[in-house]
């Protein structure tokens, strides 16, 4: 059974780096073909894809962030991460990962964790 | 980047009814490997989303049969046969066709 649980600040202030952690079971990213994607909502908003990270390594980022965003794993615990530095009142949303299976195919989530950028 | 417009906005339904909605795609979603990245989520109140439809029209494993995705190129379609209390929420059609991948803005499914 796949499961994923999202980890974060809560809150933290504007030009501060958000770090955020999703501690996953039921797969291995080590696994070809296996994906951990994050994707975000702004409260009462529509969803936003932000990166993803494969098996291999590789890494996909919406340029829409420009270099802000910066995905990793830990293979061996079972972890991807996000990094966004430079945050403000626009990043606050909750932020979700999904094992992701292929291009967009997001099929399983975590339950999200909420972030507030706030001075 | 690829925009997906999804009609209605807000959908009102009894129960039993039969509904659509259209997601309609700024560019071809056709991949030059012949596969269409064409998703659709179900986001339940206070829930994550969850996938219901990839790949244009395959049920994804313990979905109700009720679901069903069609369409191709820059149009696309869900319909839910005969609507249930628990199929209540905001419908959102995803595209991995293109970089960056994009959501259409939901469908909120409410009952009448």
């Known amino acids: 059974q796949v499961t994923l649980k999202e980890s974060g600040p809560g809150i933290l202030q504007p030009s501060h780096t958000l770090s955020l952690t999703c501690s996953f079971s039921?797969?291995?990213?080590?696994?070809?073909?296996?994906?951990v994607s994050w994707i975000r909502q702004p409260s009462g908003k529509g969803l936003e894809w932000l990166a993803s990270?494969?098996?291999?390594?590789?890494?996909y980022n919406n340029p829409s962030l420009k270099s802000r965003l910066t995905v990793s794993k830990d293979t061996s615990n079972n972890q991807a991460f996000l990094k966004v530095t430079s945050v403000d009142t626009a990043d606050t949303a909750t932020y979700y990962c999904a094992h992701t299976r292929g291009w967009a195919y997001f099929d399983y989530w975590g339950q999200g964790v909420m972030v507030t950028v706030s001075s | 980047d690829v925009v997906l417009t999804q009609t209605p906005p807000t959908l009102s339904a009894t129960i039993g009814q039969s509904v659509s909605i259209s997601c309609r795609s700024s560019q071809s979603l056709l991949h030059s490997n012949g596969n269409t990245y064409l998703h659709w989520l179900l986001q339940r109140p206070g829930q994550s989303p969850q996938l219901l439809i990839y790949?244009?029209?395959r049920l994804e494993s313990g979905v109700p049969n009720r679901f069903s995705g069609s369409g191709s190129g820059t149009d696309f379609t869900l319909k839910i046969s005969g609507v249930e209390a628990e199929d209540l929420g905001v419908y959102y059609c995803?595209?991995?066709?293109?970089?960056?991948?994009?959501f259409g803005g939901g469908t909120k499914l409410e009952l009448k």
């Open positions: 039921g797969f291995s990213l080590s696994t070809y073909g296996m994906g």
């Open positions: 995803v595209q991995g066709t293109h970089a960056p991948w994009t």
């Open positions: 990270i494969w098996w291999n390594g590789n890494t």
């Open positions: 790949l244009v029209s």
